[in-house]
């Protein structure tokens, strides 16, 4: 809907003035044949036993039916079964395919997605640098307080687009410094998978305790990653942008972990970014001069390129950060205390997990195809026995 908006009155407005009609949206869907009954078959067979049906396969608002299961202790247990059989999973496709270990019993943050500036990776990577030196600084006291994390980025880059490529490559330079340095321990796991595809989502997608869809409100049209890791019981961290908003108002608002400017607040907030009137966090400094220290250069084998990370550095200062990731870094890493704070109390967050995966209804694509038969085509359905 935000982006509805944005169309009539930024995009064609003078279209809009002569043919309001023909300007409408319709939500995006995902199939829950694909990512949830064949990617998750675990989650299928609890969700098939508490609903006594599996009609919920092509009607999936049955799974509202859900919500009455959300604080008993034994379905939040089965859930939390089915989840740790998924990272399990997942853990061990990692080892095979990049030799890193991840404990499945940390929480899996997963970022997957189009590496692109506006998709925000980058602001994922400074976090995690500052979770690092968070560690590696801590006494040992507090150290004990600490979630153990594992942080899992996969997604592919378009050939020439430089900028997404330095991305990528910052991560790779993070993950091997953090992987090796003793004082981290296994507090701190970060891992990019190769190779991004469907077949891939679907290990990743159902292993996801925490997925990641944080783009600069206003720039994501709508999303359907987002709707993949919700339908299998993910909670969410993002931005009010794209199909968060209303998976938010379907799941409820306890079901995900909002931060950063509204869309309202973008064009405001970039003025203020090109005059240098931006407040400088300390953590957000004390990450860029980390990796402005070379603390990340070539630590990856066969990496000798001098300051590889200063197009990242040049992009974040001097007016030039047009995604507003310094802006939105303090509220990111509050948000991210608050999933730490949830995660502690395991009944409260697979109550969260349960509600979400209830409230995906809405969000299957045999909804939009029907929507679109019949407001747009203006065609009847054909009904087929199943």
């Not at 995902?30 to 009954?37: C, E, I, K, M, Y």
Request: proline content about 5%; glycine content about 6%; charged content about 25%.
């Amino acid at each position: 809907a935000i982006h509805s908006g944005l169309v009539k009155k930024k995009v064609f407005p003078k279209f809009y003035q002569m043919w309001p009609e023909k300007f409408q949206n319709k939500t995006n869907g995902v199939t829950p044949r694909r990512w949830l009954h064949q990617a998750n078959p675990g989650l299928s067979h609890v969700i098939t036993r508490l609903l006594s049906s599996d009609q919920w396969v092509v009607d999936l608002n049955l799974l509202a039916g859900l919500r009455d299961h959300a604080t008993n202790p034994k379905v939040q247990r089965d859930f939390e079964t089915v989840k740790l059989s998924n990272k399990k999973r997942l853990a061990l496709y990692v080892l095979e395919a990049t030799g890193v270990v991840l404990d499945p019993n940390s929480l899996f943050d997963i970022h997957v997605k189009r590496i692109h500036e506006y998709k925000r990776q980058l602001l994922n990577i400074l976090s995690v640098i500052h979770r690092y030196i968070t560690i590696i600084t801590a006494k040992p006291k507090v150290k004990e307080t600490i979630v153990p994390r594992s942080v899992i980025f996969a997604g592919k880059a378009a050939p020439g687009y430089f900028m997404a490529k330095c991305i990528i490559r910052l991560i790779n330079a993070v993950a091997s410094v953090v992987n090796n340095d003793p004082r981290v321990g296994e507090l701190l796991k970060v891992v990019f998978i190769p190779n991004y595809n469907v077949k891939l989502a679907e290990v990743i997608i159902p292993a996801s305790d925490l997925s990641q869809h944080i783009s600069t409100a206003g720039t994501e049209a709508s999303g359907t990653s987002n709707m993949k890791f919700a339908i299998n019981g993910g909670l969410i961290i993002g931005t009010l942008d794209g199909a968060n908003i209303e998976i938010r108002e379907e799941c409820g608002d306890d079901t995900m972990f909002i931060f950063g400017l509204k869309t309202e607040e973008i064009d405001g907030a970039r003025a203020l970014m090109r005059c240098g009137k931006t407040p400088v966090d300390p953590r957000f400094k004390a990450v860029v001069s980390m990796i402005k220290d070379g603390t990340f250069d070539n630590v990856i084998e066969g990496d000798v390129e001098k300051g590889p990370f200063k197009p990242i550095l040049d992009s974040l200062s001097n007016g030039s950060d047009f995604y507003l990731v310094e802006h939105d870094f303090p509220s990111y890493l509050d948000a991210q205390d608050d999933v730490d704070e949830i995660w502690n109390d395991k009944a409260e967050w697979f109550r969260r997990s349960i509600l979400t995966t209830a409230g995906m209804g809405k969000f299957s694509s045999d909804n939009t195809i029907k929507q679109y038969a019949e407001e747009i085509w203006k065609v009847d359905s054909c009904p087929v026995d199943l």
